[in-house]
């Protein structure tokens, strides 16, 4: 082991120890006394909650790397050492897990139960990686082909063992607003405890379709008392709002889809003068975030009379506008066919256009279909822009700006709650399936277009 690896190996466990150190006072100081909190959904404890967490993961990775630098004795040995501090916090965690199922608090029981569940499971991966490397350390040549099986499989442990506490983490949030989309009662809660049973009148909710039911349609009491029912789309409600959506991004994801391809192949089979100072333009452009635009580009539109009311053609004008400079990616893909299709399909007497669309297209489908969902996937989330642009006129909002009306202050988030949880699996459904159905084609764009550039 050289000694430009132990400085190495040093450095980085000083870094994990400092990201460790920062977690373990967060989680002393802001996670554990969150009593006072009252399970507000983002409060300053939650914050500083998932901050600890971030903070002991990056932790625990440099932790791992930098043990690699050391000599196997050395980093069994301290692998030892912060396990006996994983499994220490463990097992503080464990006691405030009791505490808190003392105080009937299911929301403080769930939270102290995962940071235990992570400290023990770091804890006795530590434990064994330690006691792997001091084992190591005496064994001999003939033994290196089992202790490289092992490594093999440890590696493979932590590595699931990370991934399942991480899954856990980001789809938590998912499964509670799932749940809350079928609650009739419009009762804001993010708390565990709440989610199957009304705290405050002691029974449980109303479960049912009320919610989804209510995106489409729109009961009012008319004049003469009677009871009529409107299409949302009629009343600039949530049907109008995701058909405005859904138009801009299938006309984005045409129109940006044709350019990008046709710019890509340009690019990939043409030589032409300047060329490759064009391309670096185009990629050093694109690294400037879009906002530095935002109030230019809106003072443009409202010139041309685009937006407001009519603020539709101009988020379709705006999101094609430079889609061009996204050919980095399908240029790669098209570099990888080989041109002499091309030069054959010439020969036979075939336009540029009919070797683009005949024969390169139907080699090329993963990155068109990666293309689509890209260029789909850009107007469908955005927010932002769309709210900068239409303003206040409900009938020119997309989705993203006109669920965040329902959560504009605590009493709207007190009466929409739920109802803006449906919205959101709505919004989704659409995203999850072209990728439940793409997704083979998606991840063989992304890979096919990085070959070459």
Not at 51 to 67: D, E, S
Not at 209 to 218: A, C, P, T, W
């Amino acid at each position: 082991m050289s000694k430009k690896n132990t400085f190495v190996g040093i450095i980085l466990l000083i870094v994990a120890a400092i990201f460790l150190a920062g977690a373990a006072f967060l989680e002393y100081n802001i996670v554990r006394p969150m009593w006072d909190y009252q399970h507000q959904y983002l409060t300053n404890g939650f914050i500083y909650s998932t901050f600890a967490f971030i903070c002991k993961l990056i932790g625990i990775v440099v932790l791992f790397i930098g043990v690699r630098f050391l000599n196997k004795g050395l980093g069994g040995a301290l692998m030892l050492v912060f396990a006996a501090l994983f499994l220490g916090a463990a097992g503080f965690w464990a006691y405030n897990v009791a505490q808190a199922a003392m105080h009937n608090s299911n929301f403080l029981t769930t939270v102290y139960t995962v940071f235990g569940a992570f400290n023990t499971a770091v804890g006795v991966i530590a434990l064994f990686y330690g006691i792997r490397l001091i084992r190591r350390r005496n064994e001999v040549e003939s033994d290196r082909h089992m202790g490289m099986k092992a490594s093999k499989i440890l590696t493979n442990g932590i590595i699931y063992v990370l991934l399942v506490i991480i899954s856990i983490v980001w789809l938590f949030p998912f499964f509670c607003i799932v749940v809350n989309s079928f609650r009739d009662d419009p009762v804001y809660t993010m708390n565990t405890s709440h989610l199957f049973y009304n705290a405050n009148r002691n029974t449980g909710y109303h479960w049912g379709f009320g919610n989804y039911v209510k995106l489409f349609v729109e009961q009012k009491a008319a004049e003469d008392g009677t009871i009529v029912t409107q299409s949302t789309f009629k009343t600039n409600g949530f049907l109008r709002w995701y058909v405005n959506t859904f138009i801009v991004a299938i006309v984005v994801a045409i129109v940006q889809t044709i350019i990008v391809l046709c710019m890509s192949y340009a690019l990939s089979r043409f030589r032409f003068k300047m060329r490759k100072p064009l391309m670096q333009f185009m990629l050093i452009l694109g690294m400037f975030p879009g906002m530095l635009s935002l109030i230019i580009l809106y003072q443009v539109l409202k010139d041309i009379g685009l937006t407001g009311p009519t603020a539709l053609p101009g988020l379709i004008l705006v999101y094609v506008a430079s889609s061009g400079m996204g050919y980095y990616v399908s240029k790669g893909f098209f570099d990888t066919i080989p041109k002499s299709l091309d030069e054959a399909a010439r020969i036979d007497g075939a336009t540029r256009a009919q070797v683009l669309i005949k024969i390169i297209l139907p080699l090329a489908k993963p990155i068109v279909i990666y293309t689509v969902l890209t260029a789909f996937m850009g107007p469908w989330a955005d927010f932002v822009f769309a709210k900068y642009v239409t303003g206040v006129t409900p009938e020119a909002w997309n989705v993203a700006v006109g669920l965040q009306s329902w959560m504009g202050s605590q009493q709207n988030i007190s009466q929409n709650y739920t109802l803006f949880c449906a919205g959101g699996v709505v919004v989704a459904i659409p995203v999850v399936i072209l990728f439940m159905c793409l997704q083979r084609y998606y991840v063989e764009g992304v890979t096919g277009g990085a070959v070459k550039g």
